[in-house]
């Protein structure tokens, strides 16, 4: 292992020790481009197309010219209804335990012109509750409105390459390096209509959820992020299943194709590099059909694969889903 | 060591509680819990209950699934087997209510098995006078 140098040592603490001093002013010192608002709207974006509830996996790349960026997100949760007996609507009710990270690489312009690199690294984890009601308005259409809460802890990593350090008698470039921390809140009120039809053995089921958030950040470390925000997300989802002749342990399984849109209606798109994802993709689901604690009912479980694409995003999915 | 053996027995006792099965009446009858009201048994109209105990052999139950816009009076005709559990639930399927023989596999899940549609669901516009809402 190498070690630093003296000077270069000094370099680093010089940057650091300065950037302390004036984080409330500005978020890295001699790169005004990377606002204030960049920084909470980019952590947000981050969290909310992580943990918003209907999402689920993905992996996403994004090249955009000065910006590249991997993304990926897994959930772990279930969601079902119940019965409320003497009373038409159901309950509905969810948990998931959320995970994802980002890596994304920009390249600015510092004050002085010259080129910066900021690699920044995110991890969120967050662990999401839901709770509502299912209103049957016929037996093809039903709307479902509830609520979530969910606790995230994010952590960040900014890696500023390429400012211009300040100490007697040089003018060399320097990396800074800032850690920081924050642990975000966030309620999010949900409404979802869902529409399915048998045709035969297939079923097509067309859905619509629009998802308002709010999210209430708290950070020790970092007074940018120690704020609010709202944000809303729309999502459509499309599938069409049917039968096949396979069967495990005596349940059958039916293949299934699906298309998704997600839409973050708020977000900017510099918060992330996009704002909206399309998903296409094809599964098989097993009917296992059993009844946890004799409670609710968990009918499949699957395996999904697909693609996801917007502008300057591409991004795959597989894995598994319950419901 | 008394306190964690305490709390996997409490542990144990909570998980064995969760998953019962329902008690069958005596020989000959098989038993059938239901998330929607059933309303008439063997052509008998009955007021709305959510389980019965059945005679083994050929029954006709007429269950009824609301939704705000109408009502699915769904009718199921099977032969029950004696000391078996049966349930009726909505799960999205085609018709709006559907038949599970009910088995328990452990104290944490049950089993639906041997899934049967309805006969027939009629609809009929819902009614304004339900106590229901």
Same mark, same amino acid.
């Not at chain 1, 950037?19 to 909310?48: K, Q, W, Y």
């Not at chain 2, 998980?15 to 020989?27: M, N, S």
């Not at chain 2, 008998?44 to 029954?59: A, C, F, K, M, R």
């Not at chain 2, 088995?103 to 027939?120: F, G, H, I």
């Given at each position: 292992?190498?070690?630093?140098?003296?000077?270069?040592?000094?370099?680093?603490?010089?940057?650091?020790?300065?950037?302390?001093?004036?984080?409330?002013?500005?978020?890295?010192?001699?790169?005004?481009?990377?606002?204030?608002?960049?920084?909470?709207?980019?952590?947000?974006?981050?969290?909310?197309?992580?943990?918003?509830?209907?999402?689920?996996?993905?992996?996403?790349?994004?090249?955009?010219?000065?910006?590249?960026?991997?993304?990926?997100?897994?959930?772990?949760?279930?969601?079902?209804?119940?019965?409320?007996?003497?009373?038409?609507?159901?309950?509905?009710?969810?948990?998931?335990?959320?995970?994802?990270?980002?890596?994304?690489?920009?390249?600015?312009?510092?004050?002085?012109?010259?080129?910066?690199?900021?690699?920044?690294?995110?991890?969120?984890?967050?662990?999401?509750?839901?709770?509502?009601?299912?209103?049957?308005?016929?037996?093809?259409?039903?709307?479902?409105?509830?609520?979530?809460?969910?606790?995230?802890?994010?952590?960040?990593?900014?890696?500023?390459?390429?400012?211009?350090?300040?100490?007697?008698?040089?003018?060399?470039?320097?990396?800074?390096?800032?850690?920081?921390?924050?642990?975000?809140?966030?309620?999010?009120?949900?409404?979802?209509?869902?529409?399915?039809?048998?045709?035969?053995?297939?079923?097509?089921?067309?859905?619509?959820?629009?998802?308002?958030?709010?999210?209430?950040?708290?950070?020790?470390?970092?007074?940018?992020?120690?704020?609010?925000?709202?944000?809303?997300?729309?999502?459509?989802?499309?599938?069409?299943?049917?039968?096949?002749?396979?069967?495990?342990?005596?349940?059958?399984?039916?293949?299934?194709?699906?298309?998704?849109?997600?839409?973050?209606?708020?977000?900017?798109?510099?918060?992330?590099?996009?704002?909206?994802?399309?998903?296409?993709?094809?599964?098989?689901?097993?009917?296992?059909?059993?009844?946890?604690?004799?409670?609710?009912?968990?009918?499949?479980?699957?395996?999904?694969?697909?693609?996801?694409?917007?502008?300057?995003?591409?991004?795959?999915?597989?894995?598994?889903?319950?419901? | 060591?008394?306190?964690?053996?305490?709390?996997?027995?409490?542990?144990?006792?909570?998980?064995?509680?969760?998953?019962?099965?329902?008690?069958?009446?005596?020989?000959?009858?098989?038993?059938?819990?239901?998330?929607?009201?059933?309303?008439?048994?063997?052509?008998?109209?009955?007021?709305?209950?959510?389980? %019965?105990?059945?005679?083994?052999?050929? *029954?006709? $139950?007429?269950?009824?699934?609301?939704? &705000? !816009?109408?009502?699915?009076? /769904?009718?199921?005709?099977?032969?029950?087997?004696?000391?078996?559990?049966?349930?009726?639930?909505?799960?999205?399927?085609?018709?709006?209510?559907? %038949?599970?023989?009910?088995?328990?596999? *452990?104290? $944490?899940?049950?089993?639906?098995?041997? &899934? !049967?549609?309805?006969?027939? /669901?009629?609809?009929?516009?819902?009614?304004?006078?339900?106590?229901?809402?």
């Amino acid at each position: 292992m190498k070690l630093p140098t003296f000077k270069n040592y000094l370099l680093v603490l010089t940057v650091n020790a300065f950037v302390t001093v004036t984080l409330n002013a500005d978020p890295v010192p001699g790169l005004s481009e990377l606002s204030d608002s960049i920084v909470r709207e980019s952590a947000f974006a981050f969290v909310n197309t992580t943990t918003s509830p209907g999402l689920e996996g993905a992996t996403l790349t994004l090249d955009d010219g000065n910006r590249q960026s991997d993304q990926w997100r897994s959930s772990l949760g279930f969601s079902a209804e119940f019965t409320i007996k003497n009373h038409i609507f159901n309950g509905y009710w969810g948990m998931a335990v959320v995970g994802g990270s980002l890596n994304d690489r920009s390249e600015l312009t510092g004050d002085s012109g010259q080129p910066v690199q900021v690699d920044l690294t995110r991890d969120v984890v967050a662990l999401r509750g839901s709770f509502g009601l299912s209103y049957p308005v016929t037996q093809h259409f039903k709307l479902r409105p509830y609520l979530s809460l969910s606790v995230s802890d994010l952590q960040t990593e900014s890696i500023v390459d390429g400012l211009l350090a300040t100490v007697p008698g040089g003018s060399a470039e320097a990396t800074a390096v800032f850690n920081s921390s924050a642990q975000m809140l966030s309620t999010t009120g949900s409404v979802d209509a869902l529409y399915s039809r048998w045709y035969g053995g297939n079923r097509l089921e067309l859905s619509a959820h629009y998802h308002l958030i709010y999210t209430d950040a708290f950070s020790e470390d970092n007074p940018i992020l120690e704020t609010e925000a709202w944000n809303d997300v729309l999502q459509l989802k499309s599938r069409y299943s049917g039968p096949t002749r396979l069967t495990s342990i005596g349940r059958p399984w039916r293949w299934l194709l699906y298309a998704n849109h997600s839409n973050f209606l708020s977000q900017d798109n510099l918060s992330l590099g996009y704002t909206s994802l399309f998903e296409f993709g094809v599964g098989m689901e097993w009917q296992m059909n059993i009844k946890p604690m004799d409670w609710f009912g968990w009918q499949m479980v699957g395996l999904k694969a697909g693609v996801i694409t917007s502008s300057n995003v591409e991004g795959y999915f597989m894995g598994l889903t319950a419901r | 060591m008394s306190r964690r053996i305490l709390s996997i027995i409490c542990s144990c006792f909570i998980l064995g509680a969760c998953v019962q099965t329902p008690v069958i009446k005596e020989d000959g009858y098989a038993f059938i819990g239901s998330n929607y009201p059933i309303v008439s048994v063997n052509g008998v109209e009955t007021e709305p209950v959510y389980s %019965l105990d059945l005679e083994t052999g050929s *029954n006709t $139950l007429i269950i009824v699934y609301n939704s &705000y !816009q109408y009502d699915y009076y /769904c009718t199921f005709t099977w032969p029950a087997v004696e000391n078996t559990v049966y349930e009726v639930t909505d799960q999205d399927n085609r018709y709006p209510l559907t %038949l599970y023989r009910w088995v328990k596999v *452990n104290s $944490l899940w049950a089993s639906r098995l041997d &899934y !049967q549609d309805p006969t027939e /669901c009629i609809r009929k516009p819902r009614r304004t006078n339900s106590d229901d809402n």
